[in-house]
T-cell receptor, first 114, second 112 residues
Framework: GAGVSQSPSNKVTEKGKDVELRCDPISGHTALYWYRQSLGQGLEFLIY????????KSGLPSDRFSAERTGGSVSTLTIQRTQQEDSAVYLCASSLEVGIYEQYFGPGTRLTVT | QKEVEQNSGPLSVPEGAIASLNCTYSDRGSQSFFWYRQYSGKSPELIMFIYSNGDKEDGRFTAQLNKASQYVSLLIRDSQPSDSATYLCAVTLSGGYNKLIFGAGTRLAVHP
């Protein structure tokens, strides 16, 4: 089956604009994660969704960041009033279910804020 | 102290040699350990995971876990130039959370 897909692959936006990034997990995977990788930095956890449970938002860097997951599948990460420090590759991953920890990553969205 | 530590490298090995990549972690309760390979400009690719003390082999890759020493390693046998990439160590924290904590990665260069 298909892997994790993300769109767009690249996004250039002006400072202050809002952006939406989309993730479609592997079919049948109930857990979905967002991470961020800044230039020269490691991967940073942002948010985790598991089924219908409340998401773990502990990694979101500010209240400008939000995410939702509709219907237990596709997820959208929204960044409001983008800042230059938001420039990074945003990676989505999914895993089969709770207790199955192997996460598989999508290709990422490279966000550039000018 | 960082939660997951790796030597940034580069680790340079000749083709055909064994590459040894090391990782230490701070959370004594961590239960799950992963190695991802990341080529430049690409996303991380899961290559090994290990949950129990000891060795786990898959083809040319062997993961080794020592929970008492809070140490996990990846051995790559018969290294190939195509193995040249950054290798990321990741662990899950105790408490049952699934989120991964990543090290900064070790850059491996395999030269012909």
């Amino acid at each position: 089956g298909a892997g994790v897909s993300q769109s767009p692959s690249n996004k250039v936006t002006e400072k202050g604009k809002d952006v939406e990034l989309r993730c479609d997990p592997i079919s049948g995977h109930t857990a979905l994660y967002w991470y961020r990788q800044s230039l020269g930095q490691g991967l940073e956890f942002l948010i985790y969704f598991q089924g219908n449970s409340a998401p773990d938002k502990s990694g979101l860097p500010s209240d400008r960041f939000s995410a939702e997951r509709t219907g237990g599948s596709v997820s959208t990460l929204t960044i409001q009033r983008t800042q230059q420090e938001d420039s990074a590759v945003y990676l989505c991953a999914s895993s089969l279910e709770v207790g199955i920890y192997e996460q598989y990553f999508g290709p990422g969205t490279r966000l550039t804020v000018t | 102290q960082k939660e997951v530590e790796q030597n940034s490298g580069p680790l340079s090995v000749p083709e055909g040699a064994i590459a040894s990549l090391n990782c230490t972690y701070s959370d004594r309760g961590s239960q799950s350990f992963f190695w991802y390979r990341q080529y430049s400009g690409k996303s991380p690719e899961l290559i090994m995971f290990i949950y129990s003390n000891g060795d786990k082999e898959d083809g040319r890759f062997t993961a080794q876990l020592n929970k008492a020493s809070q140490y996990v390693s990846l051995l790559i046998r018969d290294s190939q130039p195509s193995d040249s990439a950054t290798y990321l160590c990741a662990v899950t924290l105790s408490g049952g959370y699934n989120k991964l904590i990543f090290g900064a990665g070790t850059r491996l260069a395999v030269h012909p």
